[in-house]
């Protein structure tokens, strides 16, 4: 194989895997399982398809072009984010029927901007709507849980305080 192929090849596969690492750091990161369970899409929609283009031009310049292995390579790229797509799915239904516990500062519709107030009347309504139709399940305070979560909050927002505060004045 050609040392510039090789290269290619080497660069798109390093590429692919740094959305898994970034995937996986960003998972680490996070407070509760419904964001995990959404932060597979950068692996599985950029990151797993250039590594698996990175294998389809290695196997094609080592053994020349297959129609077959085309056809594979497309079906593993259209397929596999189908499979996530519905694991997610999955796994977002198993976690509101066993009611995982959220954050307190996730933001159940991002699509708009959401004050305080706001955010705690929604809180109250769905707690209101799961103890309706739930009501086998102990109640519980997801703030007590989340305690130690928001003093990170807080001091990583001082934090970040402190920085712009000390940028405006150079």
Not at 34 to 59: E, H, K, Q
Not at 134 to 157: C, G
């Amino acid at each position: 194989m050609n040392i510039i192929v090789q290269v290619l090849v080497g660069l798109i596969a390093i590429f692919g895997a740094l959305f898994f690492l970034d995937t996986g750091i960003a998972m680490n990161r996070a407070k509760d399982a419904v964001t995990r369970a959404n932060m597979n899409s950068p692996a599985i929609y950029v990151g797993f398809p250039l590594v698996a283009f990175a294998l389809f031009i290695g196997d094609t310049a080592m053994n020349g072009f297959s129609w077959a292995h085309l056809i594979e390579f497309l079906l593993i790229t259209f397929i596999v984010p189908v499979g996530s797509a519905l694991g997610s799915m999955y796994l977002g239904r198993a976690m509101m029927l066993s009611q995982v516990r959220l954050d307190p500062r996730t933001v159940r519709e991002d699509l708009r901007d959401v004050s305080p107030a706001t955010r705690d009347e929604a809180a109250e309504t769905c707690r209101e709507e799961t103890e309706k139709h739930h009501h086998h399940l102990e109640k519980y305070s997801e703030y007590e849980e989340y305690e130690e979560y928001d003093e990170e909050f807080d001091e990583e927002s001082d934090d970040a305080e402190e920085n712009t505060a000390d940028e405006n004045r150079r």
